[in-house]
């Protein structure tokens, strides 16, 4: 089983940064796809980030790309958000996800495991 834990969201006004990160309780963590997802109020949970495996392949939403950057490290068995340049529609609860298997990083279907979500505000 796999346990992911969220944390560093917050309020910030546009413009401004945050750093999430969400520690994996699991001993093969490098053997995991790692992806970040976010559902805003009354909306699905849509794609952010998403990183294989290896670390060789990221993939990002066109409304976060050049802004939001995921990485790892695997040492700490985390994955990261970092997310410059907020905007207001970017508010939502963020997710980490997780998955041993095959699949599409854009899809949460693909996913196993997920965190229970931190929230982000960006004001204007």
């Known amino acids: 089983q796999v346990q992911l834990v969220e944390s560093g969201g917050g309020l910030v006004q546009a413009g401004g940064s945050l750093r999430l990160s969400c520690a994996a309780s699991?001993?093969?963590?490098?053997?995991?796809?790692l992806g970040w997802f976010r559902q805003a109020p009354g909306k699905e949970r849509e794609f952010v980030a998403a990183?294989?495996?290896?670390?060789?392949?990221?993939v990002y939403a066109d409304s976060v790309n050049g802004r939001f950057t995921i990485s790892r490290d695997n040492a700490k068995n985390t994955v990261y958000l970092q997310m410059n340049s907020l905007k207001p529609e970017d508010t939502a609860v963020y997710y980490c996800?997780?998955?041993?298997?095959?699949?599409?990083?854009?899809?949460?279907?693909?996913?196993?495991?997920w965190g229970q979500g931190t929230q982000v505000t960006v004001s204007s």
């Open positions: 699991v001993r093969t963590f490098t053997r995991f796809a």
């Open positions: 996800a997780a998955r041993g298997n095959s699949g599409s990083l854009y899809s949460r279907d693909s996913y196993n495991y």
């Open positions: 990183m294989s495996w290896s670390g060789t392949s990221t």
